[in-house]
């Protein structure tokens, strides 16, 4: 009896004595809130190409991606570049002496409706639906008197207001 006595407070010692178990559980919660926004996703360079005398209307295109949250009604404007006076009289500037050359940007491929920053008036409408839409620039250099050669540059500034 005391060898199974002594031989019990060994196993004890050795792997411990019997515990009962016990739980407590809790809970937490996950969230996120998604805010109306909008972001510029991409914007395609417009090349006119290389051309020698302007004496026809060129045209390109250029895409524009817009993504934003699903539901959001937005906006998308463009400014008169940094060498025009306005978004009617758009111009890229270049060549040795700085000359102009006179283009037009549109929103529709019939090159109608000029694509400006006015709200309501002169910009591209859409909704988001949480995925990258794309659209389309029209743009045109009319036929004009041909200034020297070299490159010539404008820098569009693309605004997405929502």
């Not at 400014?79 to 009289?89: E, K, L």
């Not at 491929?109 to 006015?118: E, H, K, L, P, R």
């Amino acid at each position: 009896m005391r060898l199974l006595r002594a031989l019990t407070l060994l196993l004890f010692a050795v792997f411990g004595a019997p515990a009962n178990a016990a739980t407590a559980t809790g809970s937490f919660q996950v969230q996120i809130t998604i805010q109306a926004t909008c972001i510029l996703v991409s914007a395609t360079n417009l090349n006119f190409g290389t051309n020698g005398v302007l004496s026809a209307v060129i045209n390109q295109t250029s895409t524009i991606n817009v993504q934003c949250t699903n539901t959001t009604p937005y906006n998308i404007g463009l400014d008169a570049g940094v060498n025009g006076g306005s978004v009617t009289t758009r111009q890229m500037k270049g060549g040795p002496t700085n000359q102009l050359i006179n283009y037009s940007l549109f929103s529709n491929a019939g090159m109608t409706q000029n694509w400006g920053q006015t709200i309501g008036t002169d910009t591209v409408a859409a909704t988001g639906n949480g995925a990258a839409q794309p659209f389309t620039v029209f743009g045109q250099v009319p036929a004009q008197t041909t200034p020297s050669p070299g490159l010539y540059t404008d820098t569009i500034t693309v605004t997405v207001t929502y």
